[in-house]
């Protein structure tokens, strides 16, 4: 039987968007391992539906040279104690760090998921620089393995990866971590005054400091509409937004807070819009599933979001950091039921069409079977 193991940077996107990848490719005959910065609790959940956990962690953005080098130790005593055949790494830094070092030790084949640029891609100044060519460095190594795929979730970042580290392979375009359209069914909107949602971490680079600002002219205008965050906070971020700055919007009557939520279907079906307002994104897992709830969407006009929302048919683009396009869209929805109800429809059918979870893990198996073939 193969061996594949995924290399995670944060266990709760491997519940979120992750698990779906290993169950399918554990139903059909690999050996899966899942490595990540698990807590006992849940390392305990995996192990019970069969998971074999191994413990890594990865430090955020650049640190101490002795940390760095440490991880580099850590992934090599990984990759011997696994001994696997494939893989499956997510994240820029993640990819750099594991990337190079299976390189080293000769890990048979390696698949890289750029799942986004993340922060540090989008930082400015000397920070900015100094970690884009470090990490393009890195990058360039990883990419030297003589038996990889590189899997891109939207042709801007392709293009960015391929502008900063020279890459000239060949990569494969799978769109997104897949939805599961059993548990997120298509739900009618709620009666009652409209309820707009953003779910994503509460970062600044998703757009949450522009949203409560539309959010504060729309409630002066509409004063029935509700404007909720939904999703924890993630202070290790470099652009996180503090909890006392959350707080203190919810005691102003700005916004609410929902916090994390565990039922995202139930929390997007609370919903009667959903906006997204980032600065980047991968391809953006919480439009995907409010597209498969059936929910009008309004993002900014970015790589990863432009490519779930489709500009006057599954919703609205705005310009990014444009707090009066992103007032007046979400306005227009506010007023208008019926083409909050024909932006739902064609949501639900383009995630239908286009990023399914089976879709998508019928593309990733695709590419373990070519990588174990070679």
């Not at 539309?214 to 404007?227: G, M, Y």
Request: hydrophobic share 45%.
């Amino acid at each position: 039987m193969k061996r594949l193991l995924y290399l995670n940077n944060a266990s709760s996107t491997f519940f979120s968007h992750r698990i779906g990848w290993a169950r399918a490719a554990r139903q059909a005959g690999w050996s899966v391992t899942v490595a990540g910065p698990f807590s006992g609790e849940e390392a305990r959940r995996l192990r019970e539906e069969g998971w074999a956990v191994e413990p890594f962690a990865l430090t955020r953005g650049v640190g101490r040279p002795t940390d760095e080098l440490r991880t580099f130790a850590r992934l090599r005593a990984l990759y011997q104690r696994v001994e696997p055949d494939v893989v499956h790494i997510v994240s820029p830094k993640l990819i750099a760090y594991g990337g190079s070092v299976a390189r080293a030790v000769r890990v048979p084949s390696v698949v890289y998921t750029m799942t986004g640029l993340g922060t540090g891609f989008l930082s400015t100044g000397l920070r900015g620089h100094v970690y884009r060519a470090v990490l393009g460095g890195l990058l360039r190594v990883a990419f030297g393995h003589p038996s990889h795929r590189l899997v891109f979730q939207n042709p801007d970042d392709a293009a960015t990866v391929r502008r900063l580290t020279g890459y000239s392979g060949v990569h494969v375009l799978v769109r997104g971590s897949g939805v599961d359209l059993r548990r997120f069914g298509r739900v009618p909107e709620p009666a009652g005054p409209p309820i707009i949602g953003l779910p994503a971490r509460m970062l600044r680079d998703k757009g949450v400091e522009e949203f409560v600002e539309a959010a504060r002219i729309l409630r002066r205008r509409h004063p029935e509409v509700r404007c909720a965050l939904i999703g924890g906070t993630d202070e290790a971020n470099p652009s996180a937004v503090a909890s006392g700055t959350l707080r203190d919007w919810v005691r102003q009557g700005v916004v609410e807070w929902w916090g994390h939520q565990d039922d995202m279907p139930a929390a997007l079906a609370r919903c009667s819009i959903i906006c997204l307002p980032s600065y980047r994104e991968g391809l953006p897992k919480a439009l995907l599933e409010a597209s498969a709830v059936g929910r009008a969407l309004v993002a900014t006009d970015v790589p990863g979001c432009r490519e779930v929302v489709i500009d006057g048919e599954t919703g609205l683009l705005v310009p990014v950091r444009s707090v009066r396009a992103l007032t007046a869209a979400l306005e227009r929805l506010v007023s208008d039921a019926p083409l909050r109800a024909q932006f739902a429809e064609g949501a639900r059918r383009h995630v239908e069409r286009e990023f399914s979870l089976a879709l998508v893990t019928e593309a990733l198996l695709r590419v373990y079977g070519e990588l174990a073939t070679t």
